[in-house]
Structure formats: C-alpha cells, structure tokens
C-alpha cells in the first residue's frame, strides 16, 4: 500500500493521464504559504500540446474533486510538460531526446556534452562535437554510466537540412551565371 500523498497521488492520477494518450512523469505537492499546489508534469513521444494539457488538466481537477485525496484544504492544479531543458531520468526520455544536444554528468566523474544519435536498452550512441575546428566523433555510452544527463536548449542549431539548401542554393546560382 502507498504510504506517501505522491504515491496515493500518482496511483489515483496515473490510469486517467494515461486513457488520454500521455505519460505521467512527476507529481509534486508543495506548500506555498497556506495554499498547497499540486504540480503534474504530462509528456508523450508526439509531445503535449497546449490542448491536450488541458484536457488532462479538467479531467484530473474533476477526478480530484471526487475524491479526498487533497484533503480538505484549499490547493492549486498546474498541469504542464517537462520543458525544454528536462532532465533525462527514463528509457523513454532518451529515446524523445533523440538528435537533441545533452549535459551528462558521468558516474565516474567528469562532463561530456553530446547529442544523442541512438538509444537502445543498453545505452547510448552519441555524436561529441569537434573542438577547434575538428570533426565530431562518436562515442557509446552505457547507461550505468550515466549519472545524469539534461538536456540543453540550442539557440543557434544549424538544421541538417540547411546544408542541402545550401548547396541546391549555390548549383541554382552557378546554373543561372551559365545562362
């Protein structure tokens, strides 16, 4: 038996985020001043929209108001998703992390940033990138490995996509200097 409000929390809440299509990745209840605020975090492999977060959002505030699993007191719901710098805790938030550029933080110490390029049950594979001018390189990186890993917002990400562009872009002009 659950011993724990987060517990009780999660096994009341679980099924019913689960029915519309997400993921319950945490649950925290918190004091701020006299009021209580439940934090559910929701997530998928397609992402959450702003829709689907509140649809979760009625149907859990309905659920918890059937039941006393808040007690009695006064509390705040906010439903949303991990964000864009989550943290990397499960299987499956590696595998929604794919191509995304990731800190890990290594159980025998140190850092290595990478952007995860596969995921299977034993780990990681993973593109470093190149330093001064070099080329990147590709590393495995087994889970037990992994102390923590986040991942890390990209602001000036050059799309794979740009570099055919690019090239399609400077064919077209050279075609057109022919001419």
Do not use: C, W
């Not at 997530?43 to 918890?64: E, F, N, P, Q």
């Amino acid at each position: 038996m659950s011993t724990t409000q987060s517990e009780r929390l999660r096994e009341l809440l679980e099924p019913l985020v689960t029915s519309q299509g997400l993921d319950l990745e945490e649950i925290d209840v918190a004091s701020v001043g006299r009021r209580r605020v439940l934090r559910v975090v929701v997530d998928s492999d397609t992402g959450a929209d702003l829709d689907r977060v509140a649809d979760v959002s009625r149907a859990l505030s309905a659920k918890l108001d059937e039941t006393d699993a808040m007690g009695a007191g006064e509390y705040t719901l906010e439903v949303g998703t991990p964000g864009a710098e989550r943290a990397l805790t499960e299987h499956r938030h590696y595998v929604r992390a794919l191509d995304r550029l990731v800190r890990f933080q290594l159980r025998e110490g140190g850092e290595l940033v990478a952007r995860i390029l596969g995921v299977d049950e034993e780990g990681l594979d993973l593109e470093v990138p190149g330093v001064k001018g070099r080329r990147p390189t590709t590393r495995r990186l087994a889970f037990p490995d992994v102390d923590k890993a986040r991942v890390q917002v990209e602001f000036n990400r050059k799309n794979k996509n740009d570099d055919a562009v690019n090239a399609d872009n400077a064919a077209n002009a050279e075609n057109e200097e022919e001419a």
